[in-house]
């Protein structure tokens, strides 16, 4: 059953969920420019895994009920996808920052937009062409390729960003005939499966503060989902997914005053162009689905 719909309780929670996302970064920032990044979110997989296999243990059929689907090697890549995304990400944060890393993966629903076609075999219009087009200028403008400063790593959220967009393509997918719930328990099996043997390889001595910064990395983890699997149950996406763009905005200042960071002209432009794309794609993809 379907909760009631609530567009303004939805977008509360989506703007939470930024808070605590970005929040989530910051301490995984911290972390991994401590500790080796394959441990750091190896712990944090342990943690998701163990949270989705109870709930999954207590559902109706218990386990075997719970992770059962028709697709097992899609389920596995799409997970596979996302761990790879979330270390590439999380090395970007500590070789580029907060601002930059998260300025050129806001890039991630143009990548959606575009790579639906050829994914899911949607049609996509000239006009949202026009705004992939549009939000790659704001990319390049961040990248600045040609002018003399520009670093390969600023290439790495952007194939952060493309695995991102794959991932929630193929979870879209994997939708046709798993539930979404089935998707959740997965991701957090194979995540700690494919994790557990570098996170062993790669295992440092934590100290006793930095535990507890990696509790709380988990704690948002699951906390961020949860609230945003809830979001998405009392809002239509298209309605609230646009106050997604937020986090961007908190990040940044996270970044400045904690990490000192710099939000440089051409970065905080780019990001400008990059959102507006981004959000005239969401308006296009609504106004379609509500065409007769």
């Not at 999954?56 to 799409?78: E, H, I, K, M």
């Not at 062409?129 to 790495?156: C, E, K, M, N, S």
């Not at 809002?235 to 996270?254: D, K, M, N, R, T």
């Not at 002209?265 to 959000?279: F, K, M, W």
């Amino acid at each position: 059953m379907r909760a009631t719909q609530n567009i303004g309780r939805g977008i509360w929670l989506m703007v939470i969920v930024t808070i605590i996302f970005s929040l989530q970064d910051a301490i995984s920032r911290h972390l991994s420019g401590a500790y080796n990044v394959y441990m750091v979110v190896t712990i944090r997989y342990w943690f998701f895994a163990l949270f989705t296999l109870t709930i999954a243990a207590r559902s109706s059929g218990g386990l075997r009920a719970a992770l059962a689907t028709q697709q097992p090697l899609l389920q596995t890549v799409r997970a596979l996808l996302l761990v790879f995304e979330i270390v590439i990400v999380i090395q970007a944060f500590v070789h580029l920052g907060l601002i930059e890393t998260h300025a050129v993966f806001a890039a991630y629903p143009l990548l959606v937009a575009a790579l639906s076609g050829p994914v899911l075999g949607e049609t996509v219009g000239w006009r949202r062409w026009t705004a992939i087009g549009i939000g790659f200028v704001g990319i390049l403008i961040i990248l600045q390729p040609g002018y003399g400063v520009f670093r390969p790593q600023a290439v790495i959220p952007l194939f952060g960003a493309f695995l991102f967009a794959l991932y929630s393509l193929l979870t879209r997918f994997a939708a046709r005939k798993d539930a979404a719930s089935v998707s959740f328990y997965w991701t957090g099996l194979i995540g700690a499966l494919a994790m557990t043997p570098l996170g062993l390889i790669f295992w440092q001595p934590m100290i006793a503060t930095d535990w507890l910064w990696m509790g709380a990395l988990c704690l948002t983890a699951v906390t961020a989902h949860f609230l945003l699997i809830r979001a998405y149950e009392i809002a239509e996406a298209s309605a609230i997914q646009p106050f997604a763009y937020l986090q961007l905005v908190w990040v940044s200042g996270i970044g400045i005053w904690i990490f000192g960071d710099i939000l440089r002209p051409n970065v905080a432009l780019g990001a400008g162009v990059v959102v507006c794309a981004g959000l005239f794609t969401l308006w296009r993809a609504r106004a379609k689905a509500e065409t007769p």
